[in-house]
């Protein structure tokens, strides 16, 4: 990784990080799903601070550039939030369908006693 | 005993007086609740005029999270029998006596209303014959119950499972899977011939286009199903 480039992701990690602190403020995300998407963060501020570790990748996998292996790392931890999300989308949908229903059962039973 | 039948209904406007009516001809030993699952079109406005009785959810949750808000009113009231018709007229309510008995008699948890025994009536298309063929296949290897009609929502079930449905009861597309995670939970199931008929009015919600993916999510569903430990 050339110094240009390791400039490059330093700076588009200090916005990533002041956007998710500003997104948190705003209150437009919650700190608790910040912090997935900030691991993911610390995980390149690491990789670019010791570019040495890439090297490492590179020699593991048998990537032929640490550019490659950049990609590599970001891809297979965007998938990993993902699959994160994925179940906390499934968890809220199953939690939503639970509270609909208790409303409509409540409304029923107000229905029921109106009339009685 | 008392016995209720729920009809979950998804713009049936033009089905629900019918089928409601042909329920209420069974007399008073059946009661019965619609689930309007957030009906776009006039389906609410029906059941207001003609003082059925609905449950009305706010949102719209599907068949699975309709029919599972049925077994929550059916147990919270106390009913022995909770019975499933679909809100478009295609189950006849004159075969509820032939559901309920098994059930009454001790020889089934849960009863299945089956188009495939004696082959009266209507058998839906050959291709989702073979697609219901294949499922009912699946769902023999995967728990060792046989159920011909897997996919009819003809179905009656006891309290102790109507229980287990309103606790956990599987969404999109569930009627496969409603049998499989019953029988891994140890119910004794059992199919009676019905007939049905197509159904009057609008479309069915699996359309050729849904198929394959109807296919693919009810197989996965089936093969990942796990026995619940709530029962």
Redesign the interface.
Known sequence: MTDRLRVFVTIGIVLYFLLLSLLVKKKHISLRYALVWGVLGLVFLALDVFPGLLVQICDFFGIQTPVFALFAVFFTLVFFVLIVFTGVVSRQAEKIRTLVQTAALLEKRIMNMEQD | MKILAIVPAYNEAANIEKTVANLKSCGSSVDYVVINDCSTDNTLDILKANDFNY?????N?GIG?GV??GY??GV?NGYDIIIQQDGDGQHDPKYIKDVCAPIINGDADIVVGSRFITNEGFQSSGTRRIGIGFLSWLIKLKCGTVVKDVTSGYRAVNNKYSLFFARNYP?DYPEPEAIVSASLAGARIKEVPVVMKEREYGKSSINLKRSIYYMIKVSLAILLCKKESDI
């Open positions: 449950i009305s959810l706010p949102v949750l999270g599972q808000t929550k009113y919270e969404q």
